[in-house]
């Protein structure tokens, strides 16, 4: 048997305070115990207590206030959501990501503003085409533009829906990418922005249907063989 490493141990720490807050034995915004108590009640060296909870904060778990000390910022376990998310199957989530969006397209319509419309122009631009950059890159401009229609809600709790449901929509444009589906073309995408700027809900929403219908029908398609 291979002795610990401090990497396996950092890991293992980790494993064992995510549990304890998301078990609630510190609530949310509740300041966690210093590095010395930790590390008694773990049984692991200070270093590794260090490691444990720097990892801990880039998972967003914790957050390190300097002269303050450390607080707990989510109970929560996102990978655990995610997992359940991935576990819905593709359909589920083009249908979730498509009830996001049109009620955000919706919203926008009647809450946007010039300056607002112009932001969302200079995104779509920015998007590009699939073929002029890395599939990650394309990724990350795709979900900018459709996040700063959300945005444009005006509806703080779909932002964070979105911010949440991200890692999934990654997987659902991924999808497209990788030749599964159809991938929306740049004058879709125009459609979806002309629809909010008409300043009809109904109009903006019917436009984000119409945008993800060719993705339902592949679908179909494919579940039917």
């Known amino acids: 048997m291979q002795p610990a490493t401090r990497t396996n141990l950092a890991d293992s ?12 034995r510190w609530a949310l915004g509740e300041r ?25 904060v880039s998972q967003g778990f914790l957050e390190t206030r300097q002269g303050s000390g450390t607080y707990v ?10 997992m359940r998310m991935k576990r819905a ?9 498509t009830a996001l969006d049109a009620e955000a397209a919706r919203l926008a319509a009647m809450r946007h503003t010039p ?16 073929a002029e950059s890395a599939p990650e890159d394309f990724i990350r401009r795709d979900i900018a533009f459709h996040r700063g229609i959300v945005e444009m809600s005006g509806n703080r709790a779909m932002v964070e829906l979105y911010d949440f449901f991200t890692a999934s929509i990654a997987e659902t444009i991924n999808s497209t990418l990788a030749g599964e589906l159809p991938e929306p073309d740049t004058t879709a995408h125009t459609a979806i922005l002309e629809g909010i700027a008409s300043g009809n809900p109904d109009h903006a929403a019917a436009t984000v249907r119409a945008f993800m219908a060719p ?10 063989q």
């Open 13 to 24: 720490a980790a494993d064992s305070l995510r549990t304890e807050i998301v078990g609630g």
């Open 115 to 130: 300056a607002g419309l112009q932001r969302i122009r200079r995104l779509l631009e920015e998007r590009g085409k699939p």
């Open 73 to 82: 910022t989510s109970t929560v376990d996102p990978g655990a959501a995610l």
């Open 215 to 224: 993705v339902f029908l592949e679908l179909d398609r494919l579940l039917s």
């Open 89 to 97: 199957g593709l359909r589920d989530l083009w249908e979730a990501r």
């Open 32 to 56: 966690i115990p210093n590095e010395a108590a930790l590390s008694e009640m773990l049984s692991v060296s200070r270093g590794t207590v260090r490691e444990a909870v720097r990892a801990l």
